[in-house]
């Protein structure tokens, strides 16, 4: 039978007693544990966790930097910023983002061809940000907006710095432009330095000196909450944070001259071409043009699709740059750098004349080479040969100066080679040599340097292509009489402190070699090219009336051969297969003040198309309001 | 004057023994009734600002308090006794609603809890942290303690029927009270060691057994809290941002409504279950200290009463009920600061919502009553 349990209420209570001091005690200890943890999280690791705390509450927002205005060399504005009117849409304060969408293509304030776009940027966008939907409003758009803003929960309008081209496309080519950061541009841009802005210089100064003009963003420490929204403060009392302003980029002055620039622009308004005038004493560039061009801003404010394919798909190339990256041949505007080697070398009387026939053929053979223009000059000595551009004079000089002599006559004078200018994309040209075209060519008969070729050498056909600026640039040397300046676009450069840098120009390796007479020689063949007096040069009805004396020279790149026994017929010829003009020139002549490189695409003859609009250009930099000399600074 | 002196001090007096008369009456007990208010009142306090100082959050919770005072105060004048008759009626209908909870129950927060009355939502489990304890006191009280091989098993099942059924609700954290309200009964009845020991081996077996019946985010549970920085912004990140808001108050705090993690939103139910994040956050350690202070003489009050009362039943719900207390404070304190797995147990009295607070102050006031009815023997 087993022990019956009797209830001992004595034992029961002291048992209960026990329990309850254990029970007290691990009470005791547990909380003991709490303090310690607490003690190891609060005093041990508490600026471990102050910091993390400090991570999770503050981001560091970007404030752009402004980025520097560009001027020309008065102080005329080219490039600046101003205030742009956007619209902006906050996704989650918008009801109905559909209806919303489809109610602004209704007013007309975003094409419905954009709206997929637009719904896209939204959805890769947090809620709470400001997504900007329509850039660049004018004021109607902005008034349009503003009366039916009632209707747009959740859309505002803001303003954004956006880059500004007062003048539209003037002086596109040499200033570039400020467009969205690609893809690749994030390759190897610095990303810190972009927070905040989804625009970048692109080609041109603004490409060159985007480091420059950029400046060096700053920032704003905002308080978020776990959402990573911004919050104005995170409970009653207001956050303390450190900003840093933004240092605005450097303003830079170029060497352009709008004045010059303009003139340039609506001088050869209407064609394809190029004019580059320069400053040859420091090799300061006062016009850069190639035209056609386009508008910048389209860039600036976010090119479509559309409008690019446009500009890409234009017969006319506006968006290649033909001044600095267009390779023609150099047609007749190679003699005076020929005739001045061949001087040098002495390879040639210039007193002594020979008779033109309008034909040269090379001894024992049949080939016939032709004056370009088909006339004939009779005698001519080197000085008038320069001048009336003979080519029969310059086909027998080339044929006895040979090859090799020419290139090391032009070499010096920078030809096949890039000057240097201070914005990038410059294309070098060819200065073919034999060696040039045995490394060229594959086929074994290609290259062979045949003497023909030489003969065409002479008036600058053949394989030799240069560049505008490559001219503007022989053109300063000569004028110069041999002295080399790299062209420069960027003068000077003033820091957000007000403080001017200055940059020296730089001077190249000068034509060494020549005597004065020379020189003397070669530039009054030159100054004939723009004058009647003992015969016409050939650009003498370009420079009628003119107050000071220009030297120039005319020059026609063939675009397409004519067959032997045809002649070449301006008219008979399709527009895009005549000859390119070239005229090149400094003015005043003695101590000339600019040089100028002009090419018309398809022009015709130098003398008609080209030498024209170089007369415009010098007029417009070396005349005053009253139409007289301005006085040398 | 002197007059006037020594009558003030006898009003002052007769004033004092009349708020002890007071309290006899309403068989309260003062130093525990101060110590509730006390931690009530550093809570509404917290809840403000941890709530985003929301005035309706604060209204609700004075509500709730109000309503557990009234529940306090009633059941502190019930007599023992009937306590002690009703006790397994009052547990068999919670289990008859936890049953009907299982079958029609409303579903919030992806578990079923909740029993929807029209006028209120109602939620059994709550019931049966006061019925699970007071049975097993019911049914302990005559029997010869310590407990044979028979009662246990009885016990177990009573303990665990109730604690399944909240556990497949699923409320983990509710099942968890309930299981230690019952078993610190038998613990208080005098549990030989060595059967403590066992059951805990069997505890570890049922565990291992368990993993496979755990939902996915039970599990996740126990993965976070063995190593929180595996899922920094999923399961873990309630505990990281509890430990940084912890953490980054230091000893002083950041000062009332200015801590970041709390009022940027960077700490997850700052205002519910994690709300002693935001106290250490503001208040620092000492504000911390001062809580587990309040928090400890409550407990330490209530287990002293437990002590006082006079017969089996009442000692050992009593003792369960004070004890009951100090594990929900442990169990939050530890889950916060990342000594214990996440489970959802509140702050008692401080954190907002549930019908939890009514609960324990109907608890409180069941423990009173088993205070204040001793038998005069003896004494």
Redesign the interface.
């Known amino acids: 039978m087993p022990a019956v349990r009797i209830k001992d209420h004595w034992r029961e209570q002291r048992l209960f007693d026990q329990r309850s001091v254990v029970c007290a005690a691990i009470m005791g200890l547990a909380t003991l544990g709490l303090i310690v943890r607490l003690f190891v999280l609060q005093v041990t690791r508490h600026d471990y966790y102050l910091e993390l705390s400090q991570g999770n509450r503050v981001r560091t927002e970007p404030i752009p930097a402004a980025r520097g205005l560009i001027l020309d060399r008065h102080g005329e504005l080219i490039a600046g910023s101003q205030p742009a009117y956007q619209l902006e849409l906050v996704p989650e304060e918008v009801p109905n983002l559909n209806r919303t969408l489809t109610s602004l293509v209704q007013v007309d304030l975003i094409r419905a061809e954009d709206v997929a776009e637009i719904k896209r940027t939204i959805a890769s966008s947090r809620t709470f940000d400001s997504v900007p939907i329509r850039l660049r409003m004018s004021d109607e758009d902005v008034a349009r907006f503003a009366v039916r803003r009632f209707e747009f929960p959740g859309l505002d309008i803001k303003t954004r710095q956006t880059r500004w081209y007062p003048n539209g496309e003037l002086a596109v080519h040499a200033l570039g432009y400020v467009g969205a950061i690609s893809e690749q541009d994030l390759k190897h841009i610095d990303r810190a330095a972009y927070a905040g802005t989804s625009l970048m210089g692109k080609l041109g100064v603004e490409g060159t000196y985007e480091h420059e003009l950029h400046g060096t963003n700053g920032f704003r420490e905002v308080l978020v909450n776990a959402q990573g929204r911004s919050v104005e403060r995170q409970g009653p009392f207001v956050q303390s944070l450190r900003t840093r302003a933004p240092t605005p980029g450097d303003d830079l002055q170029l060497s352009i001259d709008l004045k010059v620039q303009r003139a340039a622009e609506s001088a050869l308004a209407g064609h394809r071409g190029a004019v580059v005038a320069l400053d040859p004493a420091n090799g300061d560039v006062l016009a850069l043009v190639s035209l056609p061009g386009f508008d910048p801003t389209l860039f600036a404010r976010g090119i479509t699709a559309g409008e690019y394919g446009v500009l890409q798909n234009d017969i006319d190339r506006p968006l290649f740059n033909r001044a600095l990256r267009g390779t023609y041949p150099s047609g007749s505007t190679i003699k005076p750098a020929i005739a001045l080697g061949a001087l040098t070398d002495h390879a040639v009387d210039p007193q002594r004349s020979i008779f033109c026939a309008g034909v040269y053929q090379l001894p024992g053979s049949s080939r016939q080479f032709r004056e370009g223009k088909g006339g004939k000059h009779g005698h001519v000595a080197l000085q008038e040969a320069i001048a009336r551009s003979c080519d029969v004079y310059f086909f027998g000089l080339a044929s006895t100066l040979g090859v090799d002599r020419i290139d090391t006559a032009l070499a010096p004078f920078g030809y096949g080679e890039v000057t240097g200018i201070d914005i990038g994309g410059e294309k070098p040209g060819i200065l073919p040599s034999p060696e040039w075209k045995h490394q060229t060519f594959k086929r074994p008969e290609d290259q062979v340097w045949y003497p023909g070729e030489t003969v065409n050498f002479g008036i600058g056909q053949g394989y030799l292509l240069v560049t505008p600026i490559q001219l503007a640039h022989v053109a300063g040397i000569l004028g110069e009489r041999g002295r080399n300046f790299r062209p420069r676009l960027v003068t000077a450069m003033r820091d957000a402190g007000g403080h001017l840098r200055r940059i020296a120009p730089i001077e190249g390796k000068p034509v060494t070699g020549v005597n004065a007479d020379a020189w003397t020689l070669v530039v009054n063949g030159m100054i004939g090219a723009t004058q009647c007096k003992a015969y016409c040069g050939t650009a003498h009805a370009a420079f009628n009336g003119a107050v000071y004396d220009a030297a120039g020279k005319t020059g026609t790149a063939q675009v397409f051969s004519v067959a032997q026994n045809e002649k070449y017929n301006e008219k008979t010829v399709p527009e895009r297969l005549r000859d390119h003009s070239w005229f090149i020139a400094f003015a005043p002549a003695e101590a000339p003040r600019i040089a100028v490189a002009v090419l018309v695409e398809n022009g015709g003859f130098g003398a008609n198309a080209a030498a024209p609009i170089a007369r415009k250009v010098l007029d417009a930099y070396l005349l005053g309001a009253d139409g007289k000399l301005k006085p040398a600074t | 004057m002197i007059y006037e002196e020594i009558a003030s001090t006898s009003r002052t007096r007769r004033t004092l023994s009349g708020a002890a008369r007071v309290l006899l009456e309403l068989r309260i007990d003062g130093p525990l009734t101060v110590g509730l208010s006390l931690v009530a009142a550093y809570g509404l306090i917290v809840l403000y600002?941890a709530s985003g100082?929301s005035m309706p959050t604060l209204v609700r919770t004075l509500g709730r308090l109000l309503l557990g005072a009234i529940a306090m105060l009633l059941l502190a004048r019930v007599n023992p006794n009937f306590l002690r008759r009703s006790s397994p009626w009052l547990y068999a209908a919670g289990c008859v609603l936890l049953l009907i909870v299982a079958a029609v129950g409303h579903s919030g927060m992806g578990a079923q809890r909740w029993l929807n009355l029209g006028l209120f939502r109602f939620q059994p489990s709550e019931v049966m942290k006061l019925a699970v304890p007071m049975m097993c006191a019911w049914y302990l009280h005559?029997?010869?303690?310590?407990p044979?091989g028979l009662s246990l098993a009885i016990m177990g099942g009573v303990i665990l029927l109730p604690v399944g059924l909240v556990a497949i609700e699923p409320d983990l954290g509710t099942a968890a009270l309930i299981a230690v309200a019952g078993a610190?009964v038998i613990?208080?009845?005098?549990l030989r060691v060595r059967v403590m020991v066992a059951a805990l081996a069997l505890a570890a077996v049922v565990a291992w057994f368990g993993w496979s019946f755990m939902h996915d985010y039970q599990r996740r549970r126990v993965l976070t809290f063995l190593n929180p920085q595996t899922d920094p912004l999923g399961a873990g990140y309630h505990i990281i941002?509890s430990?940084?808001?912890?953490?980054?108050?230091?000893?002083f705090g950041k000062?009332w409504?200015?801590?970041?993690?709390a009022?940027?939103?960077?700490l997850p139910e700052r205002s519910t279950d994690f709300i002693f994040a935001v106290i250490?956050?503001e208040f620092?350690?000492l504000g911390?200290?001062l809580l587990?202070l309040l928090y400890?003489f409550v407990?330490?009050r209530a287990?002293y009463l437990?002590?006082q009362t006079q017969d089996?039943y009442a000692?050992?719900l009593a003792?369960s009920l004070a004890?009951t207390f100090?594990v929900y404070v442990?169990i939050n304190?530890?889950m916060v600061?990342?000594?214990l797995p996440v489970v959802g147990v509140p702050l008692p009295l401080v954190s907002y919502g549930g019908s939890s607070v009514v609960t324990l102050l109907a608890g409180f006031g069941i423990l009173m009553a088993l205070y204040s009815r001793r038998k005069l023997v003896g004494s």
Do not use: D, H
């Not at chain 2, 940084?244 to 230091?250: D, R, V």
């Not at chain 2, 409504?257 to 993690?261: A, L, P």
């Open positions: 600002s100082q005559e029997r010869p303690l310590p044979g610190l613990v208080l009845a005098g941002q430990q940084i808001a912890i953490g980054s108050g230091g000893v000062g409504m200015n801590g970041s993690q009022q940027l939103e960077f250490g956050e620092g350690l911390l200290l587990l400890v407990a330490g287990i437990a002590t089996t000692r050992l003792g004890l100090f442990f304190a530890g600061t990342g000594l």
